[in-house]
């Protein structure tokens, strides 16, 4: 009986398991047949037992063969010697394979007047450089509110909200919910945005337009769509009540642990009070999320009509001082009085030797699978409302995670414990149907993240910059890596290739470089894009630092470190046409290696914003 079940198993994998060679094209994750993956381990247990013990070998075995698979015979009305139709002998061209490219850029590094970026006329002046370079692609990083001492889009004070400091000024003036004579001069753009100085003025600014779409005559229509934004995002009140409270006499920079009891424990009544004596103030944050939401799918809107997608980030774990945790306690591991018992972290790794300590608060996630994994279908969902394709960051913590002791200093010592694997996907799916995911599944990677990987059908991450060390079985290697991947030259979290190339790589590493690329310059981040970009991988996705060659004082994020990162900014609102050389070598390359769009590049749609023609 086993035997004949694994057959199908088998015959299951052959239909939709990825392989390291046949890897589905398509990047959206979608999961392969429950019974087969059901079957696995059986399957590998019987095969094992009925394994004749293998004969000595003077020479190391080849590839192992897994027997001959069912073959569909194309022709089952011939007989062997007969003739074959004509057409036989001309198969045809190769069927199209999806292959793709992108840009890595967070918003808040585009150009603009007033400080950081913004999700106006410059993100779709992004956009129409995207499409005309044949990029299909916008990765971002998360769009989440960050906390506000670091400013890290992976520490936000709530998962499922925007951060409206990316609210687009101008077009507020344009939409009559601000004066032109309210806004600040217009700032030369700096190399680094200081986000706290853009909030100092820019908060009150938009509580000021929030009011207007609140109370004013002409903003009827605009109420309607408001309100039917949070009828249909429930989850907006907990947020506005969190950041309400954070706004308390008494409360102000308090952890919400260490609030009164009665708010701390969401007791009924202390929360009615606290919502009838600050409606003005729910409704005003409610009115900012339902601004970004419409600018967001605006410009979602347009990326896709120019056939490009959209790839969200979604940090695994959320900030303990946030309203996902205070107003879902029972979905964390926390102590009585609301403060973690364990907190979050990964042990040494590429990016840093002391590994990275990130404090969140660990799942319950034996309480998550006893509502069968709500919360995250509720958090997923908004995810795709937003993105054509979303990233989770630390995908391993799925199949088993690194929990670190609260008062820990670094995550150096820690224990290793089992996630939820794949009853949490299996859950997604059949809430949600397909669900596009990118996992990221760098630093230390076990056999069991990478089976859960493949068990859904998600695309994993290659990096070029890893790939220098180790022999030739480094995974990062372009001879090793697998077709349902995302390749980078670098992600954010490295350095630029430039600035790696000058104070990262070891000679060894340079030289491994030269005999594997033949590189004869020192052009090394042009020689990591066109690998990428040449490679099997399905996806290619490059950072703006390295399209721009720029040193590590463009770094976005160093791991390990606090301080300094997330601020980065690509420069004036020119830079598109002082990378008129750099978008035409890309352009050829990305037509050389068959990343171009099917069909060719979509110019603007006939009717709505460009951001070439309508905010210049």
């Known amino acids: 009986m086993v035997k004949a079940q694994c057959a199908t198993a088998r015959a299951g994998w052959a239909i939709r398991g990825p392989s390291r060679r046949a890897a589905p ?6 999961l392969p047949a429950r019974r087969a993956a059901r079957l696995a381990p059986r399957c590998a247990a019987a095969a094992e037992a009925a394994a004749p013990a293998p004969p000595a070998a003077a020479v190391p075995a080849g590839p192992a063969t897994a027997g001959v698979q069912p073959y569909p015979d194309p022709f089952p009305g011939l007989q062997p010697g007969d003739d074959l139709p ?21 918003p808040t590094s585009l150009p603009g007047k007033f400080g950081m970026g913004e999700i106006g006329a410059e993100a779709f002046r992004f956009v129409d450089w995207l499409a005309d370079t044949g990029m299909q692609l916008w990765q ?17 004070l709530d998962g499922l909200c925007g951060n409206t400091l990316l609210l687009p000024v101008e077009e507020l003036v344009q939409m009559g919910l601000l004066e032109g004579g309210e806004l600040p001069a217009p700032q030369p753009v700096e190399l680094h945005a200081d986000f706290a100085a853009v909030a100092e003025w820019k908060l009150p600014l938009l509580d000021r337009a929030a009011q207007r779409l609140l109370h004013g005559e002409a903003f009827g229509g605009l109420r309607d769509e408001m309100r039917a934004f949070r009828a249909d995002n429930a989850w907006v009140e907990a947020s506005a009540l969190f950041s309400v409270l954070t706004e308390q006499p008494g409360l102000v920079g308090e952890a919400w642990w260490d609030w009164p009891a009665d708010v701390r424990d969401r007791d009924p009544d202390a929360l009615a009070k606290v919502r009838g004596e600050n409606a003005d103030r729910i409704d005003s944050f409610i009115a900012l999320q339902f601004l970004f939401d419409r600018f967001w799918k605006e410009l979602k809107a347009y990326a896709n009509s120019r056939g490009v997608g959209l790839v969200g980030d979604m940090p695994i774990y959320v900030g303990g001082q946030s309203a996902d945790v205070w107003a879902h306690r029972d979905l964390f591991e926390l102590l009585p009085d609301g403060k973690p018992a364990l907190v979050s972290g990964v042990p040494p790794d590429a990016f840093s030797e002391t590994g990275q300590l990130w404090g969140s608060p660990l799942y319950d996630w034996k309480a998550h699978a006893a509502e069968d994994f709500a919360w995250w279908r509720q958090r997923i969902s908004r995810s795709m409302q937003l993105y054509d394709e979303t990233r989770i960051d630390h995908f391993r913590a799925f199949a088993g995670y690194w929990a670190v002791a609260a008062d820990a200093e670094t995550a150096m010592v820690g224990t290793w414990k089992k996630g939820p694997g794949a009853a949490l996907f299996e859950s997604l799916e059949a809430a949600l149907g397909s669900v596009p995911i990118l996992a990221e599944d760098l630093g230390v990677i076990t056999p069991d993240v990478v089976a859960l990987r493949q068990a859904i059908g998600a695309p994993g991450m290659v990096v070029l910059q890893f790939a220098w060390g180790g022999g030739p079985t480094n995974t990062h290697l372009m001879h090793n890596i697998y077709e349902n991947c995302f390749v980078y030259p670098g992600t954010h ?13 070891q000679p060894e590493e340079k030289a491994l470089i030269r005999r594997y690329t033949g590189m004869t310059d020192d052009d090394v981040a042009y020689c990591f894009i066109r690998e990428s970009l040449r490679s099997c991988a399905h996806t290619a996705v490059i950072t703006m630092q390295d399209i721009m060659r720029l040193d590590d004082t463009a770094r976005m994020n160093t791991p390990g470190r606090a301080e300094g990162n997330w601020s980065w ?32 590049v979509r110019g603007p749609p006939a009717t709505g914003r460009s951001g070439s023609a309508s905010f210049s």
């Open 86 to 106: 004509d057409e036989y002998g001309h198969p045809g061209p190769n069927p199209p394979k999806h292959r793709r490219a992108g840009v890595v850029l967070h």
């Open 493 to 505: 979290d490295n350095q630029t290739a430039v600035g790696w190339w000058k104070h990262g790589a």
């Open 569 to 600: 900014r690509v420069g004036g609102s020119d830079i598109w046409r002082q990378l008129h050389d750099e978008q035409g070598a890309l352009k050829g390359m990305i037509a050389m290696y068959d990343r171009a769009p099917p069909g060719g």
């Open 140 to 156: 971002l990083l998360p769009l989440v509110p960050p906390e506000n001492t670091y400013w890290s889009p992976y520490s936000g």
């Open 25 to 30: 094209p398509a990047a959206a994750a979608t």
